[in-house]
Each structure stands twice: as structure tokens, then as C-alpha cells.
């Protein structure tokens, strides 16, 4: 799931049933949710603290902590066959 150049697709292509790749997706999101995406919350929230008290530091504030980057990766598309995989991951 985390290669981008299959994703969810690697499922469907081989044929599993829908609700072992719900299955999967839904082990990968609560690994992302438990482990990484609460300490990235706290490090952008900390960070936030140094953002002058101002109104773009509020909306940008809000907009960094909103974001959900294993939703927003999964909803993109699959990436080439012949793509590098740690060239795609250092700019993604």
C-alpha cells in the first residue's frame, strides 16, 4: 500500500475480496492515526506556537493541523512503473 506505484491497486489487480483491502486500508490508516499522524500534530503544533498571533498564523495554523496526508496520498494516482521510489518519497 505504501508503494506508490501500486497502492490499493495491487489488490484489485490480484483479485482480493473488497473486504480484505477495507481490511488492510483500515490496519494502515490506525498505524498512521495511533503512531505517526499524533506526532506530527504535536510537532506542527509546536511549532505553530512560534507563528506570530496574527490572522494568516491562525488560518495557517488550522490548515497544516486539518491535513491528512495518508488520505491525501491514497486519493492520488498511482505513480509509473519505472518511477525511483525514494526520488518520489523525498519530494512527496
Known amino acids: 500500500?505504501?508503494?506508490?506505484r501500486l497502492k490499493l491497486q495491487y489488490y484489485k489487480d490480484h483479485s482480493w475480496?473488497?473486504?480484505?483491502?477495507?481490511?488492510?486500508?483500515?490496519?494502515?490508516?490506525?498505524?498512521?492515526?495511533?503512531t505517526y499522524k499524533s506526532n506530527i500534530t504535536e510537532a506542527l503544533e509546536a511549532s505553530a506556537d512560534d507563528i506570530d498571533n496574527d490572522l494568516?498564523?491562525?488560518?495557517?495554523?488550522?490548515r497544516k493541523l486539518d491535513k491528512d496526508e495518508l488520505s491525501a496520498y491514497l486519493n492520488e494516482?498511482?505513480?509509473?512503473?519505472?518511477?525511483?521510489?525514494?526520488?518520489w518519497w523525498k519530494v512527496f
Open 56 to 62: 494568516f498564523g491562525h488560518i495557517f495554523k488550522k
Open 77 to 87: 494516482r498511482v505513480v509509473p512503473g519505472k518511477t525511483d521510489i525514494l526520488a
Open 17 to 34: 475480496e473488497e473486504k480484505y483491502i477495507r481490511n488492510a486500508k483500515k490496519q494502515v490508516t490506525e498505524l498512521w492515526n495511533f
Open 1 to 4: 500500500m505504501l508503494d506508490p
